[in-house]
């Protein structure tokens, strides 16, 4: 297998954590940045893990080289796991972070908060030969109330476990300590280290 690896995102705050994380000698991280562009690969799987492979598969037979794809979301117990794999585009495909944040509020309210939740991340490997996917969460509760700055998404209104703070409140480098994606890419790392 070759030494360098594709992450199939254009995301470069996301590429600079997983470059961290994936810190092997000789391992070269590229991004999609460093390909001609590509049309959007639908996200038509029924799991994270499906719509992992889909991007990764989509991606390695257009480049023909390792790639790694990912796919995240939240998943709120009293919602039978909504929103899921529909997290970035809850209120519509046409909405951002603040519509599904408030649809996600509103839909919480008859049930009142806290609400237990956890952040789920599928990361998914493929190369022309090997194939595997690896997640990780990160467990906390849903809050009424959204609170600090630094996060996106639905950050505002989740309090990660063992903590007072919302994930927009955390400091950046804490938060990705104990992120899902960190998680699922640990365990990735673990993999490559036994294939390279």
């Known amino acids: 297998m070759d030494k360098k690896i594709l992450f199939a995102t254009t995301n470069k705050g996301k590429l600079r954590e997983i470059k961290e994380i994936l810190d092997i000698p000789g391992l070269e991280i590229l991004s999609l940045s460093d390909f001609p562009a590509i049309?959007?690969?639908?996200?038509?799987?029924?799991?994270?893990?499906?719509?992992?492979?889909?991007?990764?598969?989509?991606?390695?037979?257009?480049?023909?080289?390792?790639?790694?794809?990912?796919?995240?979301?939240?998943?709120?117990?009293?919602?039978?796991?909504?929103?899921?794999?529909?997290?970035?585009?809850?209120?519509?495909?046409?909405?951002?972070?603040?519509e599904n944040l408030e649809k996600l509020l509103r839909e919480l309210l008859p049930f009142g908060f806290p609400q237990a939740a956890r952040f789920v991340c599928a990361a998914a490997f493929v190369s022309s030969d090997t194939r595997f996917c690896e997640t990780g969460t990160m467990e906390g509760m849903i809050i009424s109330d959204p609170r600090g700055s630094n996060g996106f998404g639905y950050d505002p209104v989740f309090m990660p476990e063992g903590f007072e703070l919302t994930n927009a409140e955390l400091e950046l480098n804490v938060k990705n300590s104990i992120s899902h994606r960190r998680k699922a890419f640990e365990k990735i790392r673990n993999h490559l280290i036994t294939i390279l």
């Open 39 to 98: 049309p959007e690969i639908e996200e038509t799987g029924s799991t994270f893990e499906a719509n992992a492979f889909l991007k990764a598969d989509a991606v390695q037979h257009l480049f023909d080289i390792p790639v790694i794809a990912d796919d995240s979301g939240l998943e709120v117990d009293i919602l039978n796991g909504a929103p899921g794999i529909y997290s970035a585009r809850y209120a519509g495909k046409t909405k951002g972070d603040k």
